[in-house]
Every structure is written in structure tokens, then in C-alpha cells.
């Protein structure tokens, strides 16, 4: 479990009874903690809105809005959707517990309080909270850079087939002269280019795909090919390089 720095926390205690309050203030101060207090649930709207609290420790049982109505009403606003809430109860009916995860809770204490299990579950639920946060943190960070990595691709990928265009155009027009010129080893040259260009183009367009499947551009769909014709194709156009070299 990461070490957490009370001196850097502030938790927001929210009870009508003051002996409550002052036992909690204690427990919390003593370890550090920066501590709020509301009496009410209207009180600890505001406070939680206001000063953005670490975590909350929230009475169930009070006048006015109750602690499960006050939960729901931080849940709904997004500035303190994300603080964790733990329920403190007397009550020890388990329909109520759950109804208070339901509301968004994390946890709960139940009275009378032990100091132990009060700072275990507050420092358990803040350490949590700052790894996720580390987490959403990172992740912002790769989409980020994933999005830096689509828009270098973009750009070579156009540079790219810019590229391949007067290629392909040289070597239509290589072809065609060494036709009106009747020259056989012209002919074999350009069609051995021509062959050359088609063949890293295509590997240049299968990396494309590829990447685009990578980030979820473009679905994965295979497809059957017949590999011996593949095969002999390249064998063919190597064969004819071979018999240049006079290898065997």
C-alpha cells in the first residue's frame, strides 16, 4: 500500500452530535489530518462544494436531508462525484449498508468508533483514490500520445504515397520505352522495377492496415489467399535475379 501523507489530506466529518464530531476531530488531528466539520447535510453540500474535501466520513442519521440523500446529491455533482464517501452508523441492519453502497458509499464505520479501524479505512479509501487518479493521470498521457503517434502516421503515410505516385508513373513509362525499342534487356529491367515498386507498395499499405488495426481504425477481417500462387510469384521474379548472378 503506497504511504500516505495525512498533512496533505483533508477529510470533511459530517455529524450533528458535538461529542461525535469532537472524539473524530481527536483521532484525525492527532494523526495529521486536515479536518472540516458540517453538522448537517446542507452544510456538508456546500463545504464539499467549496473546499473539495479528500474524502468524506458521513452520518447516516441526521436532521434534515439525511446522510444517504446528502450522498446522492455529491454523487450528482461533478465537482464532488469523486470523493469518496464513507458512511458512519449506528445502525446494524445490513438492508441499510447496502443501500448506502447503492448511493455511492465506499465504506462505512459503525459507532461506538474505534480509532484503529477509523484511520485504517480513511487511510485505505484515500490510498485508493490516489491511485486511481495516478492511473487517470497515465492514461491521459497515452491517449496522448497515441494521438501524437495517428498524426505522425498520417503525415508519413500521405508523404508516403506521394512518394509511390512517380514511381509508379517512371516505371509505366520505363516499360513503354524499352517496348518502342524493342530491347529485351531494357524490357527485363523495367519489369523487374516495375515488380520491385508493386511489391513495396503493397507491403507499405499491408503496414498501413496494420496500424490502423492497432489503434481500432480499421477492423480485422482475414481473409483466405492461396499461398503457393504467392510463393511461386516470388520465386519466379528471384529465379530471374539469380540467373543474372549466375547463382544456382
Keep these: 500500500m503506497a504511504n500516505i501523507n495525512p498533512k496533505k489530506s483533508t477529510v470533511l466529518v459530517v455529524d450533528d452530535t458535538p461529542t461525535n464530531l469532537s472524539v473524530l476531530l481527536d483521532y484525525l488531528n492527532r494523526s495529521g489530518f486536515k479536518t472540516l466539520i458540517a453538522q448537517d447535510g446542507e452544510g456538508a453540500l456546500e463545504q464539499a462544494d467549496f473546499a473539495n474535501p479528500d474524502i468524506i466520513l458521513l452520518d447516516i442519521m441526521m436532521p434534515g436531508i439525511d446522510g444517504f440523500e446528502t450522498c446522492k446529491r455529491l454523487k450528482a455533482n461533478d465537482t464532488t ?68 503517434k495517428d498524426k505522425f502516421f498520417s503525415i508519413i503515410a500521405h508523404d508516403m504515397r506521394s512518394a509511390f505516385t512517380p514511381m509508379v508513373g517512371y516505371s509505366d513509362l520505363l516499360m513503354r520505352a524499352a517496348s518502342d525499342q524493342k530491347s529485351e534487356k531494357l524490357s527485363k529491367y523495367a519489369k523487374n522495377m516495375q515488380i520491385m515498386i508493386d511489391n513495396a507498395h503493397k507491403l507499405f499499405k499491408n503496414l498501413l492496415d496494420w496500424a490502423r488495426i492497432q489503434r481500432g481504425a480499421m477492423a480485422y477481417k482475414p481473409n483466405h489467399f492461396d499461398l503457393y500462387s504467392i510463393g511461386m510469384s516470388n520465386i519466379a521474379f528471384l529465379m530471374s535475379s539469380a540467373k543474372e548472378k549466375t547463382l544456382r
Design 81 to 148: 462525484k469523486d470523493i469518496p464517501v464513507i458512511f458512519m452508523t449506528a445502525l446494524s441492519d445490513t438492508v441499510d449498508k447496502v443501500k448506502g453502497f447503492q448511493y455511492g458509499a465506499v465504506d462505512y464505520i459503525t459507532k461506538p468508533f474505534q480509532q484503529e479501524e477509523v484511520l485504517m479505512r480513511i487511510t485505505t479509501h484515500l490510498t485508493i483514490q490516489h491511485q486511481k487518479k495516478a492511473l487517470n493521470d497515465l492514461n491521459q498521457k497515452l491517449m496522448a500520445s497515441n494521438a501524437t
